[in-house]
């Protein structure tokens, strides 16, 4: 978790709303990035990932952005709904070609209705 | 699809005692891996099995924590003794093959540990 950091702890958002989670990281030697979402009393769930030669990967109401110049990886989650409440994480590798991830600290994504 | 399961879900016990975790990763998985995640922080690895062969045990505590997987399916994560910061949450978590490009884990749901 050393490598990977978030910019802030929580977010709360209006329900409808576009949602935004940034991520920090600084391992250069990175290569594969991963957005897990993690519900109360349950596990990481698999949400979206991307590799270093794509800057965008879009998938249902999800955006991942990449930037390497600056290292920075950011979720968008679009009409964000109650259920998208939860710890958000991003995790990356920590070699190149390794799928062993190191986790950053998360944030909490609160839903208004 | 079956996901990957984990018992206990939660276990209280004090600490110098021992205590065993169970996992199943989904069907046909190679890899399997075990984190620790403390409260409030993100999921920390402790070992990676391919297989039944350990392929990391680096951030392992090896004088207290062990884990085999014997028969490449099943594992268990054993602490002997506990100790009060052994408090966490411990994850089991699977994927079809780590040696694969973009392999993605997928994480069973957790067993709450408690140490008094």
């Known amino acids: 978790g050393e490598n990977v950091g978030l910019h802030l702890p929580t977010l709360s958002v209006q329900e409808g709303d576009n949602s935004i989670i940034n991520c920090a990281y600084s391992n250069s030697a990175s290569d594969y990035f991963i957005w897990y979402k993690q519900e109360s009393g349950k596990g990481p769930q698999f949400i979206i990932d991307i590799r270093s030669n794509m800057d965008k990967r879009q998938g249902q109401r999800v955006t991942v952005l990449l930037n390497k110049t600056v290292k920075h990886l950011s979720l968008q989650i679009a009409a964000t709904q109650p259920g998208d409440s939860a710890v958000y994480f991003c995790?990356?590798?920590?070699?190149?070609?390794?799928?062993?991830?190191?986790f950053g600290a998360g944030t909490t994504v609160t839903v208004r209705a | 699809e079956a996901g990957v399961a984990q018992s206990p879900r939660y276990k209280i016990i004090e600490k110098r005692q021992s205590v065993a975790f169970w996992c199943n990763p989904i069907s046909g998985h190679a890899t399997l891996y075990w984190y620790q995640q403390i409260l409030g922080q993100g999921p920390k690895l402790l070992i990676q099995?391919?297989?039944?062969?350990?392929?990391?045990d680096s951030q392992l505590p090896k004088d207290r924590f062990s884990a085999e997987r014997l028969k490449g399916v099943d594992s268990t994560l054993k602490i002997q003794p506990a100790k009060l910061e052994d408090s966490a949450v411990y994850l089991c978590?699977?994927?079809?093959?780590?040696?694969?490009?973009?392999?993605?884990?997928?994480f069973g749901p957790g067993t709450r540990l408690t140490v008094l």
């Open positions: 978590a699977s994927s079809l093959d780590a040696r694969v490009p973009t392999d993605t884990q997928y």
């Open positions: 995790a990356e590798n920590l070699q190149p070609n390794d799928y062993k991830l190191s």
């Open positions: 099995f391919q297989n039944n062969g350990v392929v990391d």
